[in-house]
């Protein structure tokens, strides 16, 4: 591996002796090495320590800039274990290697639109440049995908392994400019508005015995899904939504009738309708986040740039570095791993209703 045997690993760069704590002010010798900056021996137990809670502020994960990390090692953990063909806790567990096998990271969501004590994650302006503590997160995640391909590679599974990195959504807005939310820079919610078009919320004394009639309540992110009463008129409550406009709701765009049915099922109740399916949709104008909490500085579900667009990354070995510039999709992941596994992808029911394709310029067999 390489590592940096420069000033780069001093715990502080602006004192003569590196911050070396309690040595004199011109030489801190060793002392003044961070080690947490020195490269790690990924079989050696030498990932991110949890066995206690970095940041014991009582609240959830999803809370802390460091506790998300730790939530998210676990997981590493069970993958690294399976590598070496043990059960995901390890211990003395024998199991055989997965033929399929990933997890989810949540370290950068969180990292993109947590605040935490007033203080920001997420990027500095439009271009994306990063905070000091979604870099944090973008680093180790880093580095705990650089354990995975150091087990596979000591366990001699690398070359026979595809590795695929991507995410199933972004976050909006990217620029910090354009965030508002309840109290600044919008008034109220979709659901506000509408209220009494809404049906009653699923309650113990709201029993129905149809599941089909069961309510769903509004889903409001960065984008608002609203299933109306059944009684209720969606003319009247689309007519409502206009009236709020840009001041009140940050209206960028409703989604109703033909317009919805373009991407969803229509609407309503068997045999003419989908009951999953909202029978409004408003997109806010890009920045608009139904939301009043100070923990967040951005959310994802809409249909903007910034949540629809995402990395993805396939390695492995005989693959020849290149930039594909074919306009994919993630749901094209699903067939190419049947492919790579020596599957049909045509088996999937989903493959042959849309007709995904296999990620494009791989050579898998």
């Known amino acids: ?48 320590d949890c066995s206690t809670i970095p940041d014991n502020n009582g609240g959830a994960w999803t809370d802390s800039f460091q506790n998300i990390r730790c939530y998210d090692q676990l997981k590493v953990n069970a993958i690294l274990n399976w590598i070496d063909g043990k059960a995901h806790l390890g211990g003395n567990t024998k199991a055989p290697v997965p033929n399929l096998f990933g997890m989810n990271f949540q370290a950068v969501s969180v990292g993109q639109k947590l605040i935490e004590n007033g ?17 944090a997160e973008i680093v180790f995640v880093d580095a705990a995908i650089g354990q995975m391909v150091s087990e596979l590679r000591h366990q001699g599974l690398l070359d026979k392994t595809l590795i695929i990195v991507t995410a199933k959504h972004g976050q909006s807005p990217i620029d910090p400019n354009r965030f508002q939310k309840i109290g600044a820079g919008i008034t109220t919610t979709p659901a506000d508005v509408i209220a009494g078009s809404l049906p009653p919320p699923p309650a113990p004394e709201n029993p129905n015995t149809n599941p089909a009639l069961n309510p769903i309540g509004p889903t409001q992110d960065d984008i608002s899904l609203l299933w109306l009463d059944r009684q209720a008129s969606v003319a009247g409550a689309v007519q409502a939504l ?17 317009s919805l049915e373009t991407m969803f099922n229509a609407p309503g109740l068997p045999p003419n309708g989908d009951p999953r399916s909202p029978d409004i949709v408003v997109q806010p104008n890009v920045g608009v986040i139904y939301t009043g909490s ?4 951005a959310e994802h579900g809409g249909f903007a740039q910034d949540d629809t667009n995402v990395m993805i990354l396939v390695s492995n070995p005989s693959l020849q570095a290149s930039t594909v510039t074919t306009f994919v999709e993630t749901t094209q992941v699903a067939p190419t791993i049947l492919e790579a596994l020596g599957l049909d992808p045509t088996s999937l029911d989903a493959v042959q209703k849309e007709g995904t394709a296999v990620l494009p310029g791989l050579t898998l067999k």
């Open 1 to 48: 591996t390489t590592t940096e045997y420069e000033e780069g690993v001093d715990i502080d760069q602006s004192q003569l002796n590196g911050g070396a704590p309690g040595e004199a002010p011109t030489d801190g010798d060793w002392k003044a090495i961070d080690p947490n900056r020195l490269p790690r021996d990924p079989y050696k137990g030498c990932g991110l």
């Open 119 to 135: 203080v920001k994650g997420g990027y500095k302006d439009a271009a994306g440049t990063v905070t000091d503590h979604l870099k």
């Open 242 to 258: 206009e009236a709020s406009g840009t001041a009140g709701i940050g209206l960028g765009q409703i989604f109703f009738g033909p």
């Open 294 to 297: 100070h923990k967040k500085q």
